[in-house]
């Protein structure tokens, strides 16, 4: 099993907080011969703007030296979840968890907001220090 993200338990109780239900920690993907692992999987119904929605997250920190070189890795395997999830369980919304400040510096750039507007990425920024939500993009 992969080792947890820096921010997975930061992430997670923001999630709890913000009213979800953690189904998984971690996620199973499998399809065909494929077996894979996202980080969190939750479902919330009280909401009146998430009512009934399900999630799969998968956590990433950016902390290393290169952000595009994470953000590389982070696609490919948001592509990839978001591939098998949509013939295995396509009730599920798969979303990239990053932190604020990360979200600030480097997902606003004009290049990274073409790359995730292409390949519809959906994100989930989070508080790290406060553990909340800050804000979902569709």
Wanted: zero cysteines; hydrophobic letters at 40%.
């Amino acid at each position: 099993m992969p080792a947890k993200d820096t921010y997975h338990d930061a992430v997670k109780n923001a999630l709890i907080k913000d009213g979800w239900t953690i189904t998984f920690d971690p996620y199973p993907i499998k399809y065909e011969e494929v077996k894979l692992v996202a980080d969190l999987a939750g479902e919330k119904t009280i909401a009146a703007t998430r009512e009934g929605q399900k999630i799969v997250l998968e956590i990433k920190s950016f902390l290393s030296r290169s952000p595009m070189r994470e953000f590389e890795t982070a696609l490919g395997q948001y592509l990839i979840y978001k591939t098998f999830l949509s013939i295995t369980h396509p009730d599920h919304k798969i979303y990239l968890a990053v932190g604020k400040k990360i979200y600030e510096k480097f997902f606003t750039q004009v290049a990274i907001k073409l790359i995730l507007q292409k390949y519809q990425v959906l994100l989930l920024f989070v508080d790290i220090t406060k553990e909340e939500v800050i804000k979902w993009t569709s």
